[in-house]
């Protein structure tokens, strides 16, 4: 069974600049959910996506956005990168109910220059 | 507002000793999730736990889950080195897969 699989893994962008990035979750599961990981904040809750819809969102600048594909993939958008966006990027992948398990990928790490 | 806190924040202990890593929490909640993360990596999910009095384990780690305490333990039986790693609780709330961390237990383990 595949697992969460996001891309890319790495990734260096300029002040100003915008990012996407992606996760395609495990077969079968139809929640995506993103979170912002770095030294000073922690691991932060960005926002979750459910059969396409947004579900739940935390909170961050409207900089931040994402969408979920028919196929359950999703991906997240950053606008306008400040040099603070630069964090390791998780998304965890579950079926969406309020007894699940959360399995993450390998994160996308940003850094803005 | 959620808070979850966990401590303590840093651990250097031996191999071969016990010790236990304490998370609280502010609101109700049914569900605690534990995850270890090594450097540079992703969370590797350990336990999760879904109803009061609710204990797991696996290999050297326990973890048990007080509700009405809002209180989780992950405890760690004769450490090893290669338990070394980052631990974080984490809570949900309601049915929406959002998850609040704590702020995580660096555990070093030494020879």
């Known amino acids: 069974k595949a697992g969460v699989t996001q891309t890319p893994r790495y990734l260096i962008k300029t002040r100003g600049q915008q990012v996407t990035l992606s996760c395609s979750p495990i077969?079968?599961?139809?929640?995506v959910s993103w979170y912002q990981q770095t030294p000073g904040q922690g691991l932060q809750f960005l926002f979750e996506?459910?059969?396409?819809?947004?579900?739940n969102k935390g909170n961050f600048p409207g900089r931040f956005s994402g969408r979920q594909f028919s196929n359950s993939r999703s991906e997240m958008n950053v606008s306008t990168l400040e040099l603070g966006d630069s964090a390791l990027y998780l998304c965890?992948?579950?079926?969406?109910?309020?007894?699940?398990?959360?399995?993450f990928g390998s994160g996308t790490r940003l850094t803005v220059v | 507002e959620l808070k979850v806190e966990q401590n303590p924040l840093f651990l250097s202990m031996q191999e071969g000793k016990n010790y236990t890593i304490y998370c609280n929490y502010s609101?109700?909640?049914?569900?605690l999730y534990w995850y270890r993360q090594d450097p540079g990596k992703s969370l590797e999910s350990l336990f999760v736990?879904?109803?009061?009095?609710a204990v797991k384990q696996e290999g050297r780690l326990m973890a048990s889950l007080d509700t009405k305490a809002r209180l989780s333990t992950l405890h760690i039986t004769a450490a090893v080195h290669d338990l070394s790693a980052t631990y974080f609780c984490?809570?949900?709330?309601?049915?929406?897969?959002?998850?609040?961390f704590g702020t995580g237990t660096r555990l070093q383990v030494t020879l």
């Open positions: 965890a992948s579950s079926q969406g109910d309020s007894q699940t398990r959360y399995t």
């Open positions: 077969s079968g599961h139809r929640s």
């Open positions: 996506y459910f059969s396409e819809t947004q579900r």
């Open positions: 609101t109700t909640s049914d569900r």
């Open positions: 736990l879904l109803s009061n009095g």
């Open positions: 984490a809570v949900g709330t309601g049915t929406a897969s959002k998850l609040t």
